[in-house]
């Protein structure tokens, strides 16, 4: 994600994530109330994995602290302090992030102690792979972000291969080979994130996560209706921004068809598959929703002003991939300039900017056995 304060960065552009997290709130609140409390243990630690960086990442984990807090009070149970790891790939802002921190932003001493509910830890890593000691965290949350892919698969990038995704930067209606690609890497990843929790968390420890995901069970349709299809910031003005460097002769070709969105929306059954398989955790809940791409009020006032929704449209595109497009490209400028035709393909499509996008998104709650 893209770090920073700026326009374009993600703290500043997740309102999608934001509106799912606050969906799922309940869900959350749900699977603690259920939870083991651990009695005698004189530290909870939780993890966030996946953090990016924002108010998001810092609400997640106030609420998740204040709602066990709450409980162990209704239980009249001794309250244990708490430990927070902040963990995402090394390249995250974890400078924005921890000066976020509520307890570390300037205040009287007596705020400041009322404020430091936790203490707080960044661990940088794939949350792929190991990352905290074996038995070490009581609760690992993970939101808006095992949809993103450890990696693209090497089929998809070989031209030899029938999966080579020419003239695509995502997957959505690309042919069944491409998909199959993506999916076969996805359940690998899902494996790995749930072998590794496994060893990390403490039997009765609560897994909680959200991730983008579907409905449809045919991996093909990622996006469900045909205007979330058309409208997804990965889809038609995405391809359309690439093809036009191409034809401006600012990339060739090869460029344009090596550039692939690391991103998978799993089903529930492929989740369901997963958890079976891995026979480390019980699943509590396993619910699909959907959340609109912006208000009805945000739309109105889009519709009234197309540039700006094409600048808005392009800054969420600059907070979740414009890391990944800078390394393929080797060009801060060369980014800027997909963005912009990005930028122009969306506000001139009128005939999109009335319709309304949808996002699928699957909460999971598990307690490991």
């Given at each position: ?12 552009n997740s ?23 651990f009695?005698?243990?004189p530290?909870?630690r ?10 998001n ?15 162990y ?7 244990p ?11 995250n ?6 000066r ?19 203490y707080?830890a ?10 905290f000691p ?14 993103w892919m ?20 995502w997957?959505?209606?690309?042919r ?13 990843d ?18 909680f ?30 391809d359309?921004?690439?093809?036009d ?6 990339i ?10 690391p ?5 529930k ?63 801060s ?28 998104i ?8």
């Open positions: 994600m893209q770090g920073g304060n700026g326009d374009g960065s993600y703290a500043r309102e999608a994530p934001a509106s799912a997290i606050a969906l799922s709130k309940e869900l959350l609140l749900n699977a603690i109330n259920c939870m083991n409390l009695r005698g243990e530290s909870l939780i993890a966030d994995l996946g953090c990016g960086t924002g108010i990442t810092l609400s997640a984990i106030d609420f998740v602290v204040e709602s066990i807090k709450k409980r009070a209704r239980e009249s149970i001794s309250v302090e708490f430990e927070a790891f902040f963990s995402d790939l090394p390249l802002d974890f400078n924005t992030l921890f976020s921190l509520p307890h570390l932003c300037p205040r009287g001493i007596d705020e400041m102690q009322k404020q430091h509910s936790y707080a960044g661990v940088p890593g794939s949350f792929y792979e190991r990352l074996r038995g070490k965290l009581h609760v690992a949350i993970s939101l808006s972000a095992l949809h450890s990696r693209i698969p090497e089929a998809v990038l070989d031209k030899s291969s029938p999966a080579w995704n020419q003239g695509r930067a997957i959505d209606g690309a069944k080979e491409v998909v199959e690609a993506y999916a076969k890497q996805s359940e690998e899902l494996k790995s994130f749930l072998r590794c929790r496994a060893e990390e968390m403490v039997p009765g420890g609560l897994l996560i959200l991730m983008a995901g579907r409905s449809d069970e045919h991996p093909q349709n990622q996006l469900g209706d045909p205007y979330s299809r058309a409208k997804h910031p990965f889809t038609q003005a995405m359309q921004a690439w093809n460097l191409v034809k401006e002769n600012l060739d070709e090869e460029t344009r068809d090596a550039f692939n969105i991103a998978y929306m799993r089903s059954e492929e989740i369901e598959r997963a958890f079976n398989q891995c026979e480390a955790f019980d699943i509590k809940s396993l619910k699909f929703s959907r959340v609109m791409e912006h208000s009805k009020e945000k739309q109105e006032k889009w519709m009234r002003d197309p540039v700006s929704y094409g600048k808005t449209k392009a800054n969420l595109v600059r907070a979740t991939l414009r890391p990944i497009i800078d390394a393929h490209l080797r060009s400028h060369l980014s800027q300039e997909i963005f912009k035709r990005f930028e122009k393909r969306v506000a001139e499509d009128m005939k999109m900017l009335n319709k309304t996008c949808y996002y699928g699957i909460v999971v709650s598990a307690i490991r056995k």
